[in-house]
């Protein structure tokens, strides 16, 4: 279910991240020089995680789309019934020579979503709306579950992270409707409340990574 309304209790976003400055990740040089990598990530409703990546320095391109279940059930309406083993989730396409994969990570868990509650972002409740890695290589398996630990040893949330750090079986695009949706849909009561605050707590954190125009130089 993803509430349609305004949301009073929208403030809490924040509410789970550290008060205290987070942690760059301690992660080895990429082995490979190239200028495109890709990652999959989810993390609640695929709409704010997608904005807030169009508005990320280095990020070349963003697809949302559903990971973690079949192809036949890849639709937003059966995903949304909780039981086909998706997550909704938004595939990033970077330059590594922009921005590193322990950037795009930390932003994942300092700006994108909350990282310490199973199944659920604020209101959307199920294992769509779970937290995930889905990794296509060791390098990326390896460095998401370091920073986990990193950042669970530095006590940097008040609960453990719950992400999931599990391999990529493949993202099957979402309908063209939800591609960019935020981007088409500003207003909508959602999209403010929930997903608006995220880029904005990207351009206060993390200055030096936003953006203000996104892929193609819309605004």
Request: proline fraction near 5%.
């Amino acid at each position: 279910m993803r509430f349609s309304g305004i949301l009073v209790g929208s403030l809490l976003a924040s509410a789970a991240f550290a008060a205290t400055s987070f942690p760059d990740p301690t992660l080895p040089a990429p082995a490979t020089t190239e200028k495109k990598a890709v990652v999959v990530l989810a993390g609640g409703c695929f709409w704010g995680l997608e904005g807030v990546y169009e508005h990320t320095k280095g990020v070349l391109d963003t697809k949302v789309g559903y990971s973690g279940g079949a192809k036949k059930t890849a639709t937003y309406h059966q995903v949304s019934e909780g039981n086909t083993g998706h997550a909704e989730s938004i595939q990033v396409t970077y330059d590594p020579s922009v921005i590193s994969y322990g950037q795009i990570l930390k932003i994942f868990f300092d700006v994108a979503h909350d990282p310490t509650t199973l199944n659920r972002q604020h209101y959307d409740v199920g294992t769509q709306y779970r937290s995930a890695i889905f990794y296509a290589n060791d390098e990326q398996k390896t460095g998401a579950e370091t920073y986990i630990k990193q950042l669970n040893a530095a006590k940097v949330f008040k609960d453990p992270i719950v992400t999931a750090v599990v391999p990529l079986e493949a993202f099957y695009l979402a309908e063209d409707y939800h591609q960019h949706y935020l981007d088409h849909n500003p207003t909508q009561p959602y999209i403010v409340a929930q997903d608006l605050p995220k880029i904005e707590d990207l351009k206060k954190r993390y200055p030096e990574w936003y953006r203000k125009e996104i892929n193609g130089g819309k605004k």
